[in-house]
C-alpha cells in the first residue's frame, strides 16, 4: 500500500477518533513518514474548535459599525462615481470639439489658401481642379459645357492677372484656359444647337482676348504661346459652329440658313489682322460648303502639314476631336424673307458694335501709362454691347432658320434682337451700362473684360 | 464546523452591505468570522493576532466592497475567496511589520495566580508559531486545503468546491502540503529535541 492511500486511511481512522499511536501501530512498516504528517494534522485540527470570544465578536462589531459611519454613503460613492464619470467624459467631449475646431481651422485655411492662390503658386493646380469638380460631376451636357465655360473664363481673368502684374504668361492658367474650353466644346458637341452656338460665341471672344493679349504682351515667346492658343480657341469655336445638331432630325439649323450675303470671311483667317473686327461670333458659314471651306482653309493657313508643334501644342490638350462639318448637316432650308432681314439686321449692328469696341480698345491702349477708368470703362461698355449685339443677332439668326413663317413673337424677338445703333455709339461711364436688363442674352455671356481683358469673375 | 454558506445567502447580503447596511455587515461578519478566525490562528499561531486581523479583514471588506463585482456563478465561494485573500494579505503584512520586532518583558512580571499552566502556555505558544511558520512555507493553495480539511473540517469535495478544484487535485495538495509540513516540523523537534521529549 503506498503512503498516499495509508495516509488517507489514517485521516479518517484519527477523524472517527483513532490515536495516532494507534495509526502508527497498524502501518509499523511506514510509522516514520506518516508520523509527522499526521502530527501535523492533529496540530492543525486542533484549532477546528477555535472560536471568538463574546467579547472579541462585541469589540469586533463596534469597530465595524465606526468603519462603516466613516465610509461615505453608498449613494455618496454612487455620486462621486458619476461625477468623475461625468468629469472624464466632459473632457472627453471637451477634447473632442477643440480636435473638431482645429480641423475646421484646418479645412478654412486650407480652402481659403486654394481659392486665393494665383498662377504661378503652388495650390493653382488644386483650385483648377476643384473649380473644375462641378462639371465632372453632373451628368448634363449643357451644364457641364456651362461650368467648363465659367472655369475657362476664370483661368482667362487669372491669365490676365498674371500678364498684367509679371509682365509674361503664366503657362499653368494658359493650360487650364485651353483644357476648359476644350472640354466645353466637347460637351457642347453632345447639346443641343442653341448650346453649341452660345458655346461658340463664348470660344470666340476668348480667341479673341487671347488675341489682343498677344499683341499687347512684350515677351516674345508669351506673345507666340498665346497667339497659338488663340488659334486653337478659335478652331474650337469654328469646328462647334459647323458642327452637325445633335438635336432630333427635323431641326433646322440656323446657321446653314444665312444667306449667302451674309458670309463672313473665316475669323480664324482674319483674326491676326483684326481680332475684334473680324471675330465675330456673327461671323458664321452660311452653308455646310462654305464651312467646310472655312475651317480647312483655317487649318492650312495656321497650321502646316510639316510644321513642327508649336510651344503652345506642347502646353496645350490636345482639343477634342470633332465630326466634320459635312457629316450629319440637315439640309437647308428656305428661310423666311422677314427673318432673315431682321437676322441679316442684327448682323450688320453687331459688326458695327464690335467695330467701335475695338474702336474704344485700342484708343485706350495707345495711351501711354496704364489706362485711366474712363478709358477702361468706356471700353468695357462698348466690347459688352458689341457681344449682346452679337448674341442677339444669332438668336435672330436661330430664329430665322428655325421658323418656316414669321409669328408675331419671332417678329417681335427680332426686332428686340436688333440693338439700338444710338446705344452702341453712345459712351456710358456708369457700371450700369454694362448690362441691359432687359436682354435676355447678356446673362448668357461670359463676363466682360476689364479694359481690353477678361474680368475676373467673383 | 459551521454550516456552509450557500449562493442565495451572499447574493442577498452583499448587495445590502455595499449600500453600507450595518445588519448586513453584522451578518456577514457572523458568517465568516470564526472561519476566518481559524485560518489566521493556523497561519499566525496566535489567538489575540488572529482575532485582531479578524477584525481588520472586515473593516478591510467594509472599505472595497464597492468595487466588489458579485459573481452570479458559484457566488458564495467567490466571495468567500475574496475574504480569504484578504486574510493571507494581512498575514504577509503582519510578518512583515514583525518580522524584526522583539518584545520586551520586564523583569518582575507577576505570574498569575488563577490562570493555565505558564509552561504550558508557552509550550502550546510555541508550536503554535512552528506550525504557522511552516504553514508559511507552503503555497496558497496548499494552504487553503489544509485549513479547509483540517481547520473547517471540510470534506475534500467540499474544499473542491470551495476552491473549484476537483477532488483528485485537492487530495494531491492535501498530501503534497502535509509531508512538507511533516519535514518542517520533524526537522524543528529535531532541532530542539528537549522540547521535543517533553512535548512527547
Not at chain 1, 501535523?40 to 469597530?63: D, G, W, Y
Not at chain 1, 459647323?242 to 450675303?261: E, F, I, R
Amino acid at each position: 500500500m503506498n503512503l498516499d492511500t495509508t495516509l488517507e486511511r489514517c485521516l479518517q481512522q484519527i477523524e472517527a477518533g483513532e490515536s495516532i499511536d494507534g495509526c502508527l501501530a497498524r502501518y509499523q512498516d511506514q510509522a516514520d513518514a506518516l508520523a509527522p504528517m499526521l502530527a501535523a494534522a492533529v496540530q492543525i485540527r486542533s484549532h477546528a474548535e477555535a472560536r471568538l470570544s463574546q467579547t472579541q465578536r462585541l469589540q469586533a462589531k463596534a469597530t465595524l459599525r465606526q468603519t462603516l459611519a466613516a465610509q461615505p454613503s453608498a449613494a455618496a460613492v454612487q455620486k462621486t462615481a458619476r461625477s468623475r464619470w461625468a468629469l472624464s467624459l466632459g473632457g472627453a467631449r471637451r477634447l473632442v470639439a477643440i480636435a473638431a475646431v482645429a480641423m475646421l481651422l484646418v479645412v478654412v485655411l486650407s480652402v481659403g489658401v486654394v481659392a486665393s492662390s494665383e498662377p504661378g503658386n503652388p495650390a493653382y493646380a488644386v483650385r483648377v481642379i476643384a473649380e473644375r469638380a462641378p462639371a465632372l460631376v453632373n451628368r448634363d451636357s449643357t451644364v457641364r459645357a456651362a461650368v467648363e465655360l465659367t472655369v475657362a473664363e476664370r483661368r482667362l481673368a487669372d491669365l490676365q492677372l498674371h500678364l498684367q502684374r509679371a509682365g509674361r504668361l503664366e503657362p499653368a492658367a494658359l493650360r487650364a484656359l485651353l483644357a476648359g474650353d476644350a472640354a466645353a466644346a466637347r460637351q457642347a458637341a453632345s447639346a443641343g444647337r442653341v448650346e453649341q452656338l452660345r458655346v461658340a460665341g463664348r470660344l470666340a471672344t476668348h480667341a479673341r482676348i487671347l488675341h489682343v493679349l498677344a499683341d499687347r504682351v512684350e515677351d516674345p515667346r508669351s506673345a507666340q504661346l498665346l497667339n497659338e492658343a488663340s488659334r486653337r480657341t478659335m478652331a474650337l469655336a469654328m469646328r462647334l459652329r459647323a458642327a452637325p445638331s445633335s438635336q432630333p432630325p427635323g431641326v433646322q439649323l440656323p446657321t446653314n440658313d444665312m444667306p449667302a450675303a451674309n458670309r463672313q470671311p473665316s475669323p480664324v483667317s482674319t483674326a491676326t489682322a483684326t481680332p475684334m473686327a473680324t471675330a465675330d461670333p456673327t461671323a458664321t458659314p452660311t452653308a455646310t460648303a462654305t464651312a467646310t471651306q472655312a475651317a480647312t482653309a483655317t487649318v492650312s493657313a495656321t497650321q502646316p502639314a510639316n510644321a513642327t508643334p508649336s510651344p503652345a501644342e506642347a502646353l496645350a490638350p490636345k482639343p477634342p476631336v470633332e465630326p466634320t462639318q459635312a457629316e450629319g448637316i440637315v439640309p437647308p432650308r428656305p428661310p423666311h424673307p422677314r427673318q432673315t432681314a431682321l437676322a441679316q439686321t442684327a448682323t450688320a449692328r453687331s459688326q458695327t458694335a464690335t467695330a467701335r469696341a475695338a474702336t474704344a480698345t485700342a484708343r485706350a491702349s495707345r495711351t501711354p501709362g496704364p489706362p485711366g477708368p474712363r478709358q477702361t470703362a468706356r471700353a468695357q461698355t462698348a466690347t459688352a454691347r458689341a457681344q449682346r449685339a452679337t448674341a442677339r443677332a444669332e438668336a435672330a439668326t436661330a430664329l430665322a432658320s428655325r421658323t418656316p413663317g414669321p409669328g408675331p413673337g419671332q417678329t417681335a424677338l427680332a426686332q428686340t434682337a436688333t440693338p439700338n445703333p444710338d446705344q452702341s455709339t453712345a459712351t456710358p461711364t456708369g457700371p450700369g451700362a454694362q448690362a441691359t436688363p432687359t436682354d435676355p442674352a447678356a446673362s448668357s455671356h461670359p463676363p466682360q473684360p476689364d479694359s481690353w481683358l477678361p474680368r475676373r469673375p467673383d | 464546523m459551521q454550516p456552509r454558506l450557500t449562493d442565495e445567502q451572499i447574493l442577498a447580503l452583499v448587495p445590502r452591505c455595499q449600500r453600507g447596511e450595518p445588519a448586513a455587515v453584522e451578518a456577514i461578519y457572523d458568517l465568516y468570522s470564526d472561519r476566518l478566525y481559524r485560518y489566521l490562528l493556523t497561519r499566525l499561531g496566535d489567538p489575540d493576532a488572529a482575532a485582531e486581523l479578524t477584525t481588520e479583514v472586515f473593516v478591510r471588506m467594509i472599505q472595497h466592497i464597492g468595487s466588489f463585482k458579485l459573481s452570479r456563478k458559484d457566488p458564495a465561494n467567490v466571495f468567500s475567496g475574496w475574504l480569504y485573500r484578504i486574510a493571507a494579505n494581512l498575514v504577509s503584512d503582519f510578518y512583515r511589520s514583525r518580522k524584526w520586532q522583539q518584545v520586551e518583558l520586564p523583569d518582575d512580571l507577576p505570574a498569575p495566580v488563577n490562570g493555565p499552566d505558564p509552561y504550558q502556555q508557552a509550550v502550546q505558544h510555541e508550536t503554535a508559531q512552528q506550525l504557522g511558520t511552516a504553514l508559511n512555507q507552503l503555497s496558497e493553495d496548499q494552504r487553503l486545503v489544509i485549513v479547509g480539511r483540517f481547520a473547517e473540517e471540510m470534506s475534500t469535495a467540499e474544499v473542491a468546491a470551495w476552491l473549484g478544484k476537483t477532488e483528485g487535485a485537492v487530495k494531491s495538495l492535501q498530501h503534497r502540503a502535509l509531508r512538507t509540513l511533516g519535514r518542517l516540523l520533524a526537522l524543528d523537534k529535531r532541532r530542539d529535541p528537549a522540547a521535543s521529549g517533553e512535548s512527547t
